[in-house]
């Protein structure tokens, strides 16, 4: 039996309940199956941190990570400071660090939860958005000139290497082969941006032969937000830049039924280094320290973990337990329209996981 050693950074805001949350199931996971282990070491990086000393986590804090076998994160952002300098010097510093080039956001409608969307069954709602994770529009190029006068000038260069949308895009077309519809889109915006929106597109027509199995088409972003909306069912895998497929994921999640719910993978493919998994929202400033965060979005990134790790019976087993619980109104969360608390909905996960 393999021990899975696990970091676990909470972060920020409700970063510091939800992680602490996610790792209780997974103790309860553990203690259900002998033949599951996990050693979990705690970092207490983020706002905190950088106000006693000044960084979001030690120069040397890869090298604390690279040994372990994946990562569960919380939220970096704090009220009281920039939230590019919390971004930037931790998540992205962990995500750019370790090469997690394919961040992956799978949407379903789970079961009990009330979505918005009226035009499709739960059952007919079930996307993977993959989103280029290392560089794009968030490469971090780009400056600022004349800073405070009046001719002040700024940029954010997006950049786009053939090396970084192959992957991304064989990637994907991967990962729609290994799905029931076998059908991926892929998004740009390759009519108003025709630099390296096009590039993408050539690439993708070209990978699309490797794949021959695989059906796919294009769409433009902003037509996309449309198509979630108006056409559901018409879409199973999607693709899309670091900026399209943020934003595309945020709505994949409201269309969901909540950004509390929606889970995701910052995935190194090759797996040279350790991938990081977290729920999609954020620090929450609104609800933080009240014990109202919806830790369901934590617990199905867990289950993204598992099966990144191997343990498929274990990664069932949990989505088991998540789908029992959501599918009891009395257990959802204020962002779902009820009044349970974080400890409830978590009490209540690690008792369906026991009993499995
Ligand atoms: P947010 O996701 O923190 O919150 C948006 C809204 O959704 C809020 O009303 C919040 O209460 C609600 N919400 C989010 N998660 C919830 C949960 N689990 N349960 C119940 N309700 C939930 O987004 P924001 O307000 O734009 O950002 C707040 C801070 O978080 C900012 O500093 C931002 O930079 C940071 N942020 C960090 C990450 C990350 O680290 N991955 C992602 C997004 C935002
Ligand atoms: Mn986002």
């Not at 088409?217 to 943020?246: F, I, Q, W, Y």
Request: glycine fraction near 8%; hydrophobic fraction near 40%; include cysteine.
């Amino acid at each position: 039996m393999k021990t899975h050693r696990i970091a676990t950074i909470p972060g920020d805001g409700i970063g510091q309940e939800v992680v602490p949350a996610g790792r209780q199931v997974m103790e309860a996971l553990m203690k259900s199956d002998s033949n599951l282990r996990f050693e979990f070491t705690d970092y207490d990086w983020g706002a905190d941190y950088y106000r006693k000393h000044g960084v979001m986590m030690p120069a040397e804090g890869l090298d604390q990570l690279r040994d372990k076998d994946a990562i569960l994160f919380g939220s970096a952002g704090d009220p009281g400071i920039p939230d590019h300098i919390t971004l930037w010097g931790l998540r992205l510093k962990i995500c750019q660090g370790f090469d997690q080039y394919a961040n992956v956001r799978p949407t379903r409608i789970l079961p009990g939860i009330d979505a918005p969307l009226k035009r499709c069954t739960p059952a007919q709602l079930d996307w993977v958005i993959v989103r280029e994770n290392s560089e794009g529009e968030y490469s971090g190029a780009g400056g600022r000139v004349h800073q405070g006068h009046p001719l002040e000038a700024a940029t954010d260069v997006t950049i786009m290497t053939r090396a970084g949308v192959e992957r991304i895009i064989r990637y994907a077309f991967r990962l729609a082969q290994s799905r029931p519809r076998k059908q991926l889109t892929v998004v740009t915006k390759s009519n108003a941006q025709r630099h390296a929106m096009v590039m993408w597109d050539e690439i993708a027509a070209t990978i699309a032969k490797e794949f021959p199995d695989v059906k796919w088409d294009k769409e433009l972003v902003d037509a996309a937000t449309a198509r979630m909306v108006n056409r559901p069912a018409s879409l199973d895998t999607l693709v899309a830049t670091n900026l399209h497929a943020d934003i595309l994921s945020d709505l994949a999640a409201a269309l969901a039924g909540s950004l509390g719910i929606a889970p995701t993978g910052n995935l190194d493919p090759e797996r040279r280094y350790p991938s990081m998994f977290e729920p999609i929202h954020g620090s929450a400033f609104d609800i933080m320290g009240q014990g109202l965060a919806n830790p369901i979005g934590t617990f199905w990134s867990v289950v993204m973990m598992l099966e990144h790790l191997g343990e498929n019976a274990a990664a069932g087993r949990l989505m088991a337990a998540i789908e029992a619980v959501t599918a009891n109104p009395a257990l959802h969360t204020r962002d779902l329209g009820g009044s349970a608390t974080t400890r409830q909905v978590t009490d209540a996960v690690c008792a369906a996981v026991s009993r499995a």
